[in-house]
């Protein structure tokens, strides 16, 4: 006879399941502090004379030095340490150096070659053909916080190498953490992580258009920086970091100003990634986080150039064609079908000068918006809060793009924004984005984006499904779907692999399970609603169609019909996926 239904078994599985994932997330302190003042003293002796004067120290350098001193304690020689941060933990890839003019090297992932487990690119998949067949202001899009600040171009190269100088300054005096690349990997692994929008931090300086984290003026960083350089000089150490390049003063990254990537090649590696026939049914939201500035010394008609040298204006979405379809958005798929592969936004309102090719952020793309995360709230609500600096918000998914960034630069003991001693969180992370994610926020943006870090955002598929529902990445997991496979094959027979899609109650989460289990075939309505339908898998009522959630809102609704039903227990209901492809049929066949 057929088994009905496993719930206590269920809930056991998805219990072990979530155990061993919290158990594989870990976090990293830091474990030093601060000298205090006496200690600071026995360690501290002050630089000579002779090494002052052959630093030849400009004014404003020499008025640091009753900052600094020379440790006898510590080595002066800080490169060829054998910590390498390049490659996050747990990231499997390619390494190759990355080294600057001076030979400065770190070790980082090979562009492109990041691997990803099978089942991760089958979810990432999953999700990327939902959003682009929904408007494309309801569209649910990864991004990541300046996507192009990355260590695999070497922003940041220098890190560990500054963070050495914490040691020899008075008001750090600690092994204070030092972090200015917000990305690690390359734009291509992003993509291919599932990164739709990407944000490219535009600035003009050293004769060109730059990808660049430049700042203004800060007090504190203006401090530090000055102190890194004068101990460079101080300590004989062929590196300084550049506070002086005219449109770039300071870069806020441990990188040479003439070494900072061009706009033109992180252009063409998204150009270059479109164009793999893998890729066909793509479409990529550039965003420019640029400045002013750039209309100032007449450098739009040198972006806008720049741009059409590398996507030709066919295959770009521009203003004027959102204003002859009437001003709605269409879904991606629909742009891909009329040969669009890409979108252009820009922080900065540049006028006429850029709107045939390039729309503005604010007002005019689906109502773009970047509240804190701070002031997301989760299920049931699933809304961004009120707050005094933006307009009122409302729902996700209401058709106002909501795009969230969270920072994880560290300046020693400043963080992102320059604060003295203040906290980065809250963050987009592997705990936050899972619950972001089943809102359906339509570009959670990320630092530091890694296959765990995606993996996070995953509504659909849970891990190990559905190529490999027995795999042995987690093997309490495994052991657990051994028995139910050996329970099952027992009361019904081996006549089926598990090789039909169900969304669980538990989880809201989709599984590979055998076709011979008894389940309700889930129904949806033409306005979202669901209905579970008993009989005949794939069989719905009149007004009802056997569909997938059109999104992670709808999942979460399903789900909760699941665990509300008032018939018998229900584990899950069937889903119109099936292997061994797996393919989503919109709207499905009953």
């Known amino acids: 006879m057929p088994v009905i239904g496993k719930p206590f078994l269920f809930v056991v599985s998805l219990l072990v399941e979530l155990f061993v994932a919290s158990a594989s997330t870990s976090q990293v302190s830091d474990p030093s502090e601060a ?45 060829g340490s054998e910590e390498d941060r390049g490659i996050p933990p747990g990231v499997d890839c390619t390494p190759i150096e990355w080294c600057d003019s001076y ?24 999700q990327l053909e939902l959003s682009r067949r929904l408007p494309l202001c309801y569209a649910s899009l990864l991004g990541t916080h300046n996507s192009g600040i990355s260590l695999a171009d070497g922003y940041g190269n220098l890190d560990l190498a500054y963070q050495h100088y914490f040691r020899w300054i008075s008001w750090v005096a600690s092994e204070a953490y030092l972090q200015t690349n917000n990305q690690f990997l390359s734009l291509t692994d992003q993509m291919n992580l599932g990164v739709r929008i990407v944000e490219l931090d535009t600035h003009f300086f050293d004769g060109d258009l730059r990808i660049a984290h430049c700042g203004g003026f800060h007090s504190n960083l203006d401090r530090l920086i000055t102190a890194f350089n004068v101990l460079a000089k101080l300590l004989h150490h062929n590196i300084r970091w550049d506070s002086e390049t005219i449109g770039c003063e300071p870069s806020l990254s441990s990188i040479p100003a003439a070494e900072q990537r061009t706009l033109l ?12 026939p893998q890729n066909e049914k793509e479409f990529l939201i550039v965003f420019f986080d640029d400045q002013i500035d750039l209309a100032s010394w007449d450098m739009v008609p040198v972006l806008l150039n720049l741009t059409l040298s590398v996507f030709p204006i066919d295959t770009i979405f521009t203003p004027p064609e959102l204003l002859l379809i009437g001003g709605v958005w269409p879904s991606m798929d629909e742009l891909v079908a009329r040969g669009k592969r890409v979108m252009f936004v820009s922080g900065a309102d540049y006028g006429l000068a850029m709107n045939t090719v390039i729309f503005t952020k604010d007002g005019t793309v689906c109502g773009w918006r970047e509240p804190p995360l701070r002031h997301f709230v989760g299920a049931p609500v699933c809304s961004v ?19 969230v960034t969270t920072c994880e630069l560290q300046y020693g003991p400043m963080n992102c924004d320059f604060i003295w001693g203040a906290s980065n969180e809250p963050l987009l992370d592997e705990v936050s984005l899972p619950e972001v994610s089943r809102c359906g926020l339509n570009s959670p943006s990320p630092d530091s984006l890694t296959p765990a870090r995606a993996a996070a955002t995953i509504w ?22 051994m028995l139910q496979h050996m329970l099952q094959s027992f009361f019904v027979g081996d006549d089926s ?3 039909c899609g169900a969304t669980s109650t538990i989880d809201g989460r989709w599984r590979a399970v055998k076709c011979s289990s008894i389940l309700p075939t889930a129904c949806r309505g033409n306005g979202g609603e669901w209905q579970l339908a008993t009989g005949v898998r794939g069989t719905c009522p009149p007004g009802y169609e056997w569909e997938v959630p059109h999104h992670a809102k709808e999942n979460m609704q399903l789900q909760s ?30």
């Open 265 to 276: 090649t992180a252009m063409q590696e998204l150009a270059d990634w479109l164009a793999m």
């Open 561 to 590: 019909l699941l665990k509300l039903n008032a018939g018998p227990p229900v584990e899950a209901a069937w889903l119109p996926v099936a292997g061994p492809h797996w393919n989503i049929t919109w709207p499905a066949a009953a």
């Open 385 to 403: 809060e009120t707050n005094g600096t933006y307009p009122a918000e409302g729902a996700t998914l209401n058709g106002q793009l909501y795009r």
């Open 103 to 126: 030979e400065h090297c770190t070790t980082v992932c090979e562009r492109g070659s990041v691997v990803l487990d099978p089942s991760l690119q089958k979810a990432v998949s999953t």
């Open 460 to 481: 659909t598929w849970a891990d190990g499904h559905p190529y490999d529902p027995y795999s042995s990445q987690n093997q309490p997991m495994q052991l657990w779907m």
């Open 497 to 499: 692999k598990a090789e």
């Open 35 to 79: 000298l205090t003042a006496e200690a600071w003293t026995s360690l501290c002796i002050p630089f000579s004379e002779d090494d002052i004067a052959s630093a030849n120290l400009s004014q404003q350098e020499q008025s640091i030095l009753p900052d600094l001193c020379y440790r006898p304690d510590l080595t002066p020689h800080i490169f």
